[in-house]
């Protein structure tokens, strides 16, 4: 029998996959069609109730916002919005899309992870675990990166409770997802700007004001445009074990979204290589398989290229599955210093042809 849980939105019609603590998204297409993510890939699903009636679609998705205070119809065709326990919805009105509306539904994980419980799901092998823990309690400064759905989120959610408890944790966030981390912490979200165009407080404020809330860790929760050049001058300004999410493909590649995002801020090149060497210990990137199943895939540094003529991305671990369902550890040229900073006990690089990858992984977000 499934297990349920309690959402804090009536979701009507699509009720009893909300309603499945199972389910990590539901999308809805444009004719009605809905599909729905257990937490293995997306699958379609039949209806009771068909949205194949545009006027019907277009009427449910603005209902769904209205339900958090979120203004969607002809004028504000486009509505991204995030309930209270971090459900976020996503919708798009014809003749945006070509009729009805388009919904994107995503839940946050009921499950509460630590570095343990996400290697027995098989997120990564326990020898990774000294790894990580070395990094959170040295108070190293992450960017995790990954696809959308690779367990970007849910990975830092469960470095950060490897933390110590008294640690005064400021996080920021466009729609609140990582949820109560610890007895001190201090949750921030924007706030878009009224009818009239004023009170819109972005990210890039919220950053630059976890500088005055005496943080021990600052958290942004994903950086994906201007927002990195103030969170980059926070991250070289003596603030450690802080902790950011990306969109890259591999660790590699980091350099180049970085370079990306800081033309969006107007940053130099020259200057967003020596900063990001210098905020960034550690690269953690993870990975959704076709069969759903979530990995890191990597753990890197970046480095500056001499004379801070460019930014390089070097693996220090790479981690592949082998064709018994294993995972072989692999240190690059690079893992011998990285493990001596880090104090990792350089002997964990080998194979493993246990359990892992091979049980049912959880939802992660």
Known sequence: MREQVVRDLDFGILQEFASDKRVTDIVVSERGRVWVDYGKGLCERAMRVPLKNPALLREYAVWLCAQVGKRLDDACPIADASSNSGIRIHAVLAPVVAQGAALSIRFPSPQHYDLLSLSNQGMFPQELIAVLSSLVRLRANIVITGSTGSGKTTLMKALLADANKDD???????????????????????????VEGAGEIGLSQLVKATLRMRPDRIILGECRGEE??????????????????????????????????????????????????????????????????????????????????????????????????????????????????????????????????????????
């Open 168 to 194: 005064r944790i400021v996080s920021v966030e466009e729609t609140r997802e990582l949820g109560e981390l610890t007895a001190n912490h201090v949750s921030l979200s924007v706030r878009e700007a009224n």
């Open 228 to 365: 990195i050049a103030d969170l980059l001058r926070v991250f070289t300004s003596g603030h450690k074990g802080g902790m950011t999410t990306l969109h890259a493909d591999q660790v590699e590649k980091v350099p180049a979204r970085l370079m990306a995002l800081g033309l969006l801020a107007k940053l130099e090149p020259q200057a967003l290589c020596a900063l990001a060497a210098g905020a960034f210990d550690v690269v953690i990137h993870v990975e959704r398989a076709n069969d759903g199943k979530r990995m890191i895939r990597e753990i890197g540094v970046l480095q500056s290229l001499s004379g801070g003529s460019g930014l390089q991305g070097i693996p220090v671990l790479q981690l592949n599955r082998d064709s018994r369902g294993g995972v072989a550890i692999n240190a690059t040229m690079a893992w011998a210093d990285f493990a001596k900073k880090w104090q990792i006990p350089e002997d964990i690089t080998t194979v493993r042809h246990a359990t892992v990858g091979e049980c049912q992984l959880a939802e992660y977000v």
